[in-house]
């Protein structure tokens, strides 16, 4: 036996997590260097990369699609090309419409006593900036920061997740057909790598993830003061008011919650309904979820959850609920199967805030429904706990929405729909609270990645030295009695 084959598998996995770390951090110092050669890139220069980014991701489409697929054991076409590709298009779509009047200066006031003079703000690129992305939308959330970061003149460096091997080999291909790793450059790896990456001084670093990890990646660049945007999750709560009709009602949500899985962090966690219409509500989401997903297609044509792990976690937050006393309502013919990792949409009936799921971002097709009496119950409820990435009011009635507006917080809403607002270009995207730190999309996008820059200038003519000391002039007695009141 040769002395290769007596290594052990843990030392080998340290060589190699080693060599990604040093690889790291020699991409960073390329990138570093590389922006202190061009500081403010060129309008021209900006619109052209996008351009070839929009053309590479048309190109690689049907490669992403297969890759997508693969990782998720099974995902429909339509649902990558809606979540992933679609979203991605449109965002270097509506970028490059805007971008012109974005990259101008901002002329601001000046006040009276300070003229004659003129201020204004620039939007200067931060410099090199960290994307981590996630595995459950993995194109659209590396291609869409990364879009923002390029619009603002950046360089950046792409953390991908390593339950998306597939899609990531196509991506790191897809990006390095357009630009140098000195412009974008991809890290693979496990956690230890990602520990690393979201330590790296950053100009400005974006992580899309759980809370649990989001707060180890904030730690971890506050060791470098590196300014972060969280893009988080947390329990995004439906609320359906007494006189929709419940057929309407759950036409507007249950996509945002099927899509995918339920594996989207805006993905409706679970339902406020009015009691007396609880059964109402079961018998309406059984309806049109046969309709979408019919009991004869078995699971071959059903997103899978991402792994075994994922499932497992899912799987116990049923036994829980179920041996705590909820009902619990599989939805369809198809059974869970832990081997092919899919699990139907399954409703839970009696669940309380001691169950696992009623704690945890449930990131699957699991969807509890909770009965109320009175909308306050329901507000106060929200209020008492961590504020969520989305809020679905289902109602038609104004007095009800603004209500529900007015008293909770999270960090977007929809009202008769869900979880579409993240892909309404011209709105910022992001949490509040424990749900997330920091926007981005649309302009929002453009500002995160951007220093706005003071600029405040004087021409030949200068009077504020007639305010300088020696104090005590009758121009200060005059300065204070007319502005300082």
């Not at 506050?222 to 419940?246: C, F, R, W, Y």
């Amino acid at each position: 036996m040769s002395n290769a084959e007596q290594i052990p598998d843990s030392v080998i996995a340290e060589s190699l997590v080693a060599t990604a770390k040093t690889q790291m951090v020699s991409l960073f110092e390329r990138q570093k260097m590389a922006f202190d050669k061009d500081r403010f890139p060129r309008y021209e220069q900006r619109v052209r990369e996008l351009k070839q980014l929009k053309q590479a991701i048309l190109i690689n489409k049907q490669d992403l699609l297969n890759a997508l697929e693969t990782d998720f054991g099974y995902r429909s076409h339509d649902e990558s090309m809606l979540g992933d590709i679609f979203s991605s298009i449109s965002s270097v779509d509506y970028t490059l419409k805007h971008l012109q009047r974005w990259m101008k200066p901002q002329k601001r006031a000046v006040g009276i006593v300070f003229q004659p003079a003129h201020a204004k703000v620039v939007y200067q690129p931060k410099g090199v900036v960290g994307i981590i992305a996630p595995w459950n939308y993995p194109v659209f959330l590396t291609i869409g920061p990364l879009v923002a970061a390029l619009a603002a003149g950046n360089r950046a460096m792409i953390k991908m997740s390593e339950y998306t091997p597939n899609t990531n080999a196509v991506l790191v291909k897809l990006l390095a057909g357009i630009f140098d790793s000195s412009k974008v450059g991809v890290t693979l790896g496990e956690a230890e790598v990602a520990q690393a990456f979201s330590g790296l001084p950053f100009d400005h670093l974006l992580f899309t993830g759980s809370t649990e990890v989001g707060r180890h990646v904030m730690r971890a660049a506050a060791e470098n003061l590196v300014p972060v945007t969280l893009e988080l999750g947390g329990k995004s709560p439906v609320i359906i008011d007494d006189k929709i009709p419940l057929g309407e009602a759950v036409k507007r949500f249950i996509y945002g919650k099927t899509m995918n899985a339920g594996q989207t962090c805006v993905s409706p966690d679970y339902v406020y309904c009015p009691k007396s219409r609880v059964n109402e509500l079961v018998a309406a989401i059984r309806l049109r979820h046969e309709s979408m997903y019919p009991s004869l297609d078995g699971f071959s044509k059903r997103t899978r959850i991402i792994n075994r792990r994922q499932h497992g976690r899912l799987v116990g937050y049923l036994e829980q609920a179920k041996s705590l006393g909820a009902e619990v309502i599989p939805l369809g013919e198809v059974p869970t199967d832990q081997d092919e990792c899919y699990m139907p949409l399954t409703l839970i009936i009696g669940s309380d805030r001691t169950m696992t799921v009623m704690q945890e971002e449930i990131f699957g097709p699991i969807l509890p429904i909770i009965g109320y009496d009175d909308l306050s119950q329901v507000i106060d409820s929200i209020n008492a706990n961590s504020r969520p990435l989305g809020l679905y009011i289902q109602s038609f009635d104004k007095h009800f929405q603004n209500t529900v507006l007015n008293n909770t917080h999270a960090g977007g809403v929809c009202i008769n729909d869900a979880a579409f607002h993240v892909v309404v270009d011209d709105l910022p995207f992001g949490g509040t609270g424990d749900s997330g730190l920091g926007s981005y999309h649309g302009v929002e996008g453009f500002r995160t990645f951007s220093h706005a820059k003071s600029v405040f200038s004087r021409g030949r003519l200068f009077f504020a030295d007639m305010l300088f000391p020696p104090y005590g002039t009758r121009l200060h007695q005059w300065f204070y009695r007319f502005f300082v009141r």
